[in-house]
T-cell receptor, first 113, second 114 residues
């Protein structure tokens, strides 16, 4: 089963507005990462937040992590049409003798002019 | 330029005809992994490798094989492809010990099995 589940599945906003996506996960993690995917292309790493961190910023991106609720949020401020993409959270959860990266199902963001 | 290269980008094949999707990275990363992406299911890990000759199953390994004879290469082998393996496949590599740093992804291989 998927470790991460994003919410909402799809989000449509106008340019200039903020976009917030949420991710919930099930087991203890070492870190949580957010990735972006343009239609049918490879994934691009956006930001990584470790389990002992609560908030992290990178440019127009703000990520929060609440390990007690097993949830994270990605906020994109002042969105642009170029932000249109799918966004995935991924968790580094231990399995067996080595950790692995497990992805959620993604949020499809549409930013219109 | 640091990159993960997959080949081919597109492939149409028939059921039962063995195929290999190659993956190569030029960043001297130890960790590499294969994922498949299907609508509504997100990315699911097929196999991963922690170093040369060290591989392990991911969440959906059935019908796939991998090998890691060299650090830079991690091919995905479908011995007898079936239509349910029609999917978009991604190779990824990671420089860290475990997945505690960003992963670098290839551009994907869209496979259709008829």
């Amino acid at each position: 089963s998927q470790q991460g589940e994003e919410d909402p599945q799809a989000l449509s906003i106008q340019e200039g507005e903020n976009a917030t996506m949420n991710c919930s996960y099930k087991t203890s993690i070492n870190n949580l990462q957010w990735y972006r995917q343009n239609s049918g292309r490879g994934l691009v790493h956006l930001i990584l937040i470790r389990s002992n961190e609560r908030e992290k910023h990178s440019g127009r991106l703000r990520v929060t992590l609440d390990t007690s609720k097993k949830s994270s949020s990605l906020l994109i401020t002042a969105s642009r049409a170029a932000d249109t993409a799918s966004y995935f959270c991924a968790t580094d959860a231990y399995g067996g003798t080595a950790s692995k990266l497990t992805f959620g199902t993604g949020t499809r963001l549409q930013v219109t002019l | 330029e640091a990159q993960v290269t997959q080949n081919p980008r597109y492939l149409i094949t028939v059921t039962g005809k063995k195929l290999t999707v190659t993956c190569s990275q030029n960043m001297n990363h130890e960790y590499m992994s294969w994922y498949r992406q299907d609508p509504g299911l997100g990315l699911r890990q097929i196999y991963y490798s922690m170093n040369v000759e060290v591989t392990d199953k991911g969440d959906v390994p059935e019908g796939y094989k991998v090998s890691r004879k060299e650090k830079r290469n991690f091919p995905l082998i479908l011995e007898s492809p079936s239509p349910n393996q029609t999917s978009l496949y991604f190779c990824a590599s990671n420089p860290g010990q475990g997945w505690d740093t960003e992963a670098f992804f290839g551009q994907g291989t869209r496979l259709t099995v008829v």
